[in-house]
């Protein structure tokens, strides 16, 4: 098994462009969620999925978008990219009340 | 809404020794803590964790307590090893759909 795996590990965006973050789970899981880090801090939740066709907001949804329309796929896209989406962003995974599985992260600049 | 506090953001302790990590949480409903460890350029990775109806766990070095009337819990690290140097993070249920809310972490450090 895999695990969750995210792509790409490395990106550098310019202002205003736009751009997909891919993540895949191969542990038939209900649950996904996207996170961002900002150094020092802990992680904010920006969407999450409780199965396919299901999504809903987290604390910082604002300049994401994301769809779920299969149980293993949970892509994250910027559409107009800021300055201050500069993060790492990591998708995680679970099975209802089990613990969350991440992936290693998408390391995101935007200049 | 749900507020995770987490202390020391720094803690260097001599190889051997313990290490103590604190957490206080503020919604009362949560019930589910785990604490995850993360080491540079990886993702989170579960160490351990409680639910609320237990008061503390162990696994081999590691334990984790609880204390649901002042709303903390803290993370014990014994015999402490080099590779135990990390971030550490708690985090705390929150709503329904199984959200946490997680703590801004600890950097531990282990001198040899």
């Known amino acids: 098994n895999a695990g969750v795996t995210q792509t790409p590990k490395f990106r550098i965006l310019k202002i205003g462009q736009s751009m997909t973050l891919q993540c895949t789970q191969d542990m038939n899981h209900n649950y996904m969620y996207w996170y961002r880090q900002d150094p020092g801090m802990g992680l904010k939740l920006i969407y999450y999925?409780?199965?396919?066709?299901?999504?809903d907001k987290g604390e910082v949804p604002n300049g994401y978008n994301v769809s779920r329309s299969t149980t293993e796929d949970f892509p994250l896209r910027l559409e107009l990219a800021a300055p201050s989406q500069t993060s790492v962003y990591f998708c995680?995974?679970?099975?209802?009340?089990?613990?969350?599985?991440f992936g290693d992260g998408t390391r995101l600049s935007i200049l | 809404g749900e507020n995770v506090e987490q202390h020391p953001s720094t803690l260097s302790v001599q190889e051997g020794d313990s290490a103590v990590i604190k957490c206080t949480y503020s919604?009362?409903?949560?019930?589910?803590f785990p604490w995850y460890k993360q080491e540079l350029g990886k993702g989170p990775q579960l160490i351990i964790d409680i639910r609320s109806n237990v008061g503390e766990k162990k696994d081999q070095r590691i334990a984790v307590t609880l204390n649901k009337t002042a709303k903390h819990f803290s993370l014990h690290i014994t015999e402490t090893q080099p590779e135990d140097s990390a971030v550490y993070f708690c985090a705390a249920s929150w709503r329904s759909n199984y959200q946490l809310i997680w703590g801004a972490g600890t950097k531990l450090i282990i001198k040899p």
């Open positions: 999925s409780v199965g396919a066709g299901i999504t």
């Open positions: 919604d009362s409903a949560s019930n589910y």
């Open positions: 995680a995974s679970s099975s209802g009340d089990q613990p969350q599985h």
